[in-house]
């Protein structure tokens, strides 16, 4: 499928630029201008609405998603430069209708509070166990430090990564 906005007032067909990208598991192809963030593309273009826009800085890790399997912040991320990537967001984790082991994980463990910062904080944790970084606590806390939490769940989100960090299905 193509997607293409009307362009604004100050935007012309010159500034569009034509990307392609897989995004949970689906081709997709857009034309739009080289400014436009993957975080936007998804939300805006996209209504993948589960990826949140906390900062826009790159600061509190609410827009994370996962390009060619590994996190980034998607408002730090142009489109553009990810033409031709597989980018996975939190719409993409739940299989057949049944929750990724970290969805359910959060669940069970109450990591969440708000849940503003959750589908960052799965597709990070992801991340962080396809990184084999997760072997402890510590480790979970270090490495996934740049997604923060106003609500301050961050013991029970470790907990909910613990329980499922030796399980090759919640890669
Ligand atoms: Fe991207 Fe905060 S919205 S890091
Ligand atoms: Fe509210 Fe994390 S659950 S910000």
Not at 21 to 47: A, C, K, Q, Y
Not at 48 to 56: A, P
Not at 139 to 162: F, K, P, Q
């Amino acid at each position: 499928m193509t997607t293409t906005l009307a362009p604004s007032p100050a935007e012309t067909r010159d500034d569009r630029i034509d990307i392609t990208l897989t995004v949970n598991g689906r081709p997709e192809h857009f034309s739009i201008p080289p400014w436009v963030t993957l975080l936007d593309l998804l939300r805006e273009r996209m209504d993948l609405t589960g990826t949140k826009k906390g900062c826009d800085h790159g600061q509190c890790g609410a827009c994370t998603v996962l390009v060619n399997g590994v996190r980034v912040n998607s408002c730090l991320t142009l489109a553009v430069v990810r033409d031709g990537a597989a980018v996975e967001t939190i719409e993409g984790l739940a299989k057949d209708g049944t929750l990724h082991p970290l969805q359910q994980a959060f669940i069970d463990h109450d990591a969440f509070q708000c849940g503003y910062c959750t589908p960052g904080q799965i597709c990070s944790a992801v991340g962080v166990l396809r990184e084999g970084r997760a072997t402890d606590a510590a480790s979970i806390r270090e490495h996934m430090s740049g997604n923060l939490c106003r609500c301050g769940a961050y013991t029970n989100i470790v907990d909910a990564v613990l329980s499922v960090m030796d399980r090759e299905d919640a890669r």
